[in-house]
């Protein structure tokens, strides 16, 4: 009987035990695949987002994003979400030194909830002088 016992308390705790992992895989796996939406999200939305970047930019860069830093993030209990991605903006006429600055940006989209759409953009920094400043 106390063998019994043992046993059934042995299946209970490995069942636990295994639940307790299953529920961490599930979690993982939903995580995974909202991030491959935002990203599909993002990419859906790359040409409207390089010519934001292109037009507070010199005119001659290239736009690079680097697609495995996307973030999702929410400041205020009644904000609206946000979706953020680091970039470089490269002046083709300037040297890798001159363009240090314009790498690893960030671009911050504000989205509807369901990432249906952006209702507006800015960055985080300054991306390249624009030409009214004297360039």
Do not use: C
């Not at 106390?2 to 307790?20: D, P």
């Not at 987002?49 to 680097?66: A, H, L, P, Q, R």
């Not at 083709?92 to 989205?111: A, G, P, Q």
Request: no cysteine; charged share 35%.
């Amino acid at each position: 009987m106390q063998k019994k016992r043992i046993i059934l308390v042995f299946i209970a705790i490995f069942l636990v035990l295994a639940g307790i992992g299953g529920t961490k895989k599930v979690i993982e796996i939903r995580q995974e695949a909202q991030k491959e939406r935002q990203v599909a999200f993002l990419k859906a939305h790359e040409k409207e987002m390089t010519e934001y970047i292109k037009k507070n930019s010199s005119d001659d860069i290239k736009v690079k994003y680097y697609w495995d830093t996307v973030e999702r993030s929410k400041s205020m209990a009644f904000s609206r979400p946000t979706l953020s991605i680091r970039f470089d903006a490269v002046d083709k006429k300037k040297t890798k030194e001159e363009n240090y600055y314009n790498e690893k940006n960030t671009l911050v989209m504000d989205t509807d909830k369901e990432m249906t759409r952006i209702n507006g953009m800015w960055t985080t920094g300054t991306i390249i002088e624009n030409s009214y400043m004297g360039k």
